[in-house]
């Protein structure tokens, strides 16, 4: 399918990120060609995935090979916090180089500043891993991520679902977002009060991301899982894959038929 040059813009959200793997076998079945990839958290190691040239169904072959509660890593220097040193071997041993101009496809990922409190967009260097770490520390329950001399954490502190990087150069942005702005019934107890807050500053910077995106997949129905729900991404993918589908075949094609 011609559309021109077509950006794919991938959220955070903890595990419900990998509702994105989904979201990518869906474009794959209709054929799109995506050009760019921008990814924050969860959505920057999919989408340093697909920038590397894995398909969707490889993606999947890779959480179930590398058993993602093998990524993380109690991190006894830092206060116990949990460290991401095996997610960022696992990606190691995948792509096999730590440099972003070797990609298949141009990719941009986010980051937060701590210390001057901005955002971080990095499509270029040697640090790629470093990156996509950094984008996918998610404050208090990770470690920041220092690189060169600056730290950093989760980007979705600030651009979560991260399709400005690609307005200015593509035809067409899709986004991907899995954290539904809807209303909260129950919060049980503090991981509860941590996600939803964390939740309801992505929510607000999304609202303004969404804007230019030409189509975002809004993944709503994972209410029921957590952010820390990794074990059970195989559920997650589906639900993605079954929701983008029935978008696409019902809002997305319509639309670009217009």
């Not at 924050?40 to 890779?62: E, H, K, P, Q, R």
């Not at 899709?174 to 539904?180: E, L």
Request: with cysteine; glycine share 8%.
């Amino acid at each position: 399918m011609e559309l021109g040059k077509v950006g794919l813009a991938l959220g955070g959200g903890g595990a419900k990120g990998f509702a994105h793997i989904g979201v990518i076998k869906a474009l794959e079945e209709h054929q799109f060609k995506i050009s760019k990839v921008s990814g924050t958290s969860m959505g920057a190691i999919v989408g340093v995935l697909y920038a590397a040239g894995y398909s969707s169904d490889d993606m999947l072959n890779f959480l179930q090979e590398e058993k993602v509660w093998n990524w993380f890593k109690i991190d006894l220097l830092k206060g116990g916090l949990v460290n991401l040193k095996g997610a960022k071997e696992a990606l190691m041993k995948y792509i096999g180089h730590d440099d972003f101009a070797r990609l298949k496809k141009p990719f941009y990922v986010t980051a937060s500043n701590l210390n001057n409190g901005r955002i971080k967009v990095v499509s270029e260097g040697k640090q790629l891993f470093d990156w996509v770490i950094a984008s996918s520390s998610v404050p208090v329950a990770f470690t920041p991520q220092e690189i060169n001399n600056n730290i950093y954490v989760d980007g979705g502190l600030f651009m979560n679902l991260p399709s400005e990087p690609l307005m200015f150069d593509c035809d067409m942005v899709i986004g991907s977002s899995v954290i539904a702005d809807k209303r909260v019934e129950k919060v049980k107890n503090a991981k509860d009060v941590a996600e939803r807050v964390f939740n309801l500053s992505i929510i607000q910077n999304e609202r303004i991301s969404k804007l230019h995106c030409d189509y975002c997949f809004e993944i709503k129905k994972l209410n029921k899982y957590s952010m820390w729900d990794f074990h059970k991404f195989d559920e997650i993918v589906e639900i993605g894959y079954s929701i983008a589908k029935k978008k696409m075949q019902n809002d997305l094609l319509p639309q670009i038929a217009e």
